[in-house]
């Protein structure tokens, strides 16, 4: 699971996880809302997530429908 930035390059990821798990446990696993949560409180971004994230409600993420 890759995390982007608007200009391209990569912000935060999470490598070598199973197929089989679903995007967000991947990412509560590799501690990809830590990092995103880390790159709000220094920096302000906010992450666009999709509809596999809409169970973690945090500032540093908007679902990509808003």
Known sequence: ?????PLGGVVACTLNAPGSWHDSYIAENGKL????KKIYDEFGGIAVV???????HSP????SGK
């Open 1 to 5: 699971m890759l995390v982007f930035s």
């Open 33 to 36: 809302y830590d990092k995103l």
């Open 50 to 56: 999709d509809a596999a994230f809409s169970k973690k």
């Open 60 to 63: 540093s993420m908007i679902k």
